[in-house]
């Protein structure tokens, strides 16, 4: 086996499923459940994960095709992360659709097989698929709540706290008029005061 097709994740190993039974019995299917512990948290990953050791469930049914092998089912799960805007933490059910086409080798030109699923020593990997359902069902900016302030952009401050909170920002390249305009209020001032 090549360095390519060594499994690298927990999922990647616990999710390949031996389809020998299947191969080359076009019609013959056979359902499959199980429930894995989730691997740890991609670092740059997408916001709401699967907090590490946690389950995930896959019920999927592999089905024999002429073309290879047809997998097709849900996987649940719990997923965790923080609110995009005041960091909050926030958690998500999903039940995601599995549904690929494992191609035997021998069916796929070339220059196709990079961008196919393919059939490797008649097994069906579940684990990219079951990442990439995922992936694409979890909210890619979550929400505590729909109408959250978020933090201050200039100091961090919760803008639930104090929602008239904010700074007096100058443009720097007037910050100079600044400077003129306090000089003539002040003049203005000690006339009224003189007066």
Do not use: W
Not at 72 to 99: F, N
Not at 150 to 157: I, M, T, V
């Amino acid at each position: 086996m090549s360095s390519e097709n060594t499994p690298t994740t927990t999922l990647e190993t616990v999710l390949r499923f031996d389809a020998v039974d299947l191969v080359g019995r076009t019609g013959s299917h056979r359902r499959i459940e199980r429930t894995v512990p989730a691997p740890p948290r991609e670092a740059g990953g997408v916001a709401m994960q699967v907090r590490e050791g946690e389950d995930i469930a896959v019920e999927a049914e592999l089905e024999s095709v002429v073309e290879g092998i047809y997998a097709h089912g849900t996987v649940t799960a719990h997923l965790k992360g923080e609110c995009s805007r005041c960091l909050d933490p926030v958690e998500q059910d999903v039940t995601a659709r599995l549904d690929e086409l494992f191609m035997f080798p021998e069916k796929v030109k070339a220059d196709e097989k990079e961008d196919t699923a393919l059939l490797e020593a008649d097994e069906v990997n579940l684990g990219p698929l079951v990442r990439d359902a995922l992936a694409m069902e979890a909210d890619e900016r979550p929400l505590c709540r729909e109408d959250c302030p978020g933090l201050c952009a200039q100091c961090g401050f919760r803008m639930e706290e104090d929602p008239d909170h904010h700074h007096d920002v100058v443009d720097p390249r007037f910050a100079a008029l600044q400077g003129l305009l306090d000089d003539t209020q002040q003049d203005a001032t000690q006339q009224d005061e003189e007066a």
